[in-house]
């Protein structure tokens, strides 16, 4: 009985999967249309007959109808493959070191060395950046003294910090007592790639994600 059961359940999956293939399906709508037309020719009036312009039209109505859903089948194909070639280029990122916008500091234990980055607006006649612990408190700075506009690298002696939590950094700028504005970036991994709604997602190593355009450098 379960058998039986299993294999009409089935049967009317199939029957509901084909009924939707044929109400989206080009050739089906245009078989439709021509049996339609058919039948309207065959019960026109002898006295009225129907007029060959408006027949015209209807044919070339159901022809750009036809023409538009190929076209959308094609757009999806060509969507579903460029798709599928844009994971397969991401996958080559998996396991390659990027700096992405943030202000979190890449801790080598082994080197008792935090690493960081920072993009700068402008020239500063004085350029610090303080290390932070997680509530806050500074642990440590990093002095880079005068420095023009561009993008750096910096790293603090952590052989002294004895906590194991992330540790955050933050850039202290001035240039003639106005502050110059900065962004901080954080040195990461990507661990995995995915698709999302037809973007590329990038897996980092802490737990956040970001795309192709949220990558600032490949290190």
């Given at each position: 009985m379960i058998s039986n059961v299993t294999s009409s359940t089935a049967t009317g999956g199939t029957s509901a999967s084909a009924k939707t293939d044929s109400s989206t399906d080009p050739a089906a709508a245009?078989?439709?249309?021509?049996?339609?037309?058919?039948?309207?020719?065959?019960?026109?009036?002898?006295?009225?007959?129907?007029?060959?312009?408006?027949?015209?039209?209807?044919?070339?109505?159901?022809?750009?109808?036809?023409?538009?859903?190929?076209?959308?089948?094609?757009?999806?194909?060509?969507?579903?493959?460029?798709?599928?070639?844009?994971?397969?280029?991401?996958?080559?990122?998996?396991?390659?070191?990027?700096?992405?916008?943030?202000?979190?500091?890449?801790?080598?234990?082994?080197?008792?060395?935090?690493?960081?980055?920072?993009?700068?607006?402008?020239?500063?006649?004085?350029?610090?950046?303080?290390?932070?612990?997680?509530?806050?408190?500074?642990?440590?700075?990093?002095d880079m003294g005068a420095l023009p506009a561009g993008s750096y690298n910096f790293a603090w002696n952590a052989s002294q910090y004895q906590g194991d939590s992330a540790l955050r950094f933050k850039v202290l700028t001035a240039n003639d007592k106005a502050t110059m504005g900065s962004t901080a970036l954080s040195v990461d991994n990507i661990v995995a790639v995915s698709m999302d709604n037809g973007s590329l997602q990038m897996q980092l190593s802490r737990g956040g994600m970001t795309t192709q355009s949220g990558i600032k450098a490949i290190l």
């Open positions: 245009q078989d439709r249309f021509l049996k339609l037309l058919v039948a309207q020719l065959n019960n026109q009036d002898p006295m009225n007959p129907l007029d060959n312009a408006q027949m015209t039209s209807q044919i070339a109505q159901i022809n750009t109808v036809t023409g538009i859903q190929q076209l959308n089948e094609t757009v999806k194909g060509l969507a579903g493959q460029f798709a599928a070639q844009q994971l397969m280029q991401g996958s080559a990122m998996v396991g390659r070191q990027v700096l992405v916008e943030g202000n979190s500091l890449a801790l080598d234990s082994e080197a008792h060395q935090a690493t960081g980055a920072f993009d700068l607006a402008g020239s500063a006649a004085s350029v610090k950046v303080q290390v932070l612990d997680p509530t806050g408190k500074e642990v440590g700075t990093v």
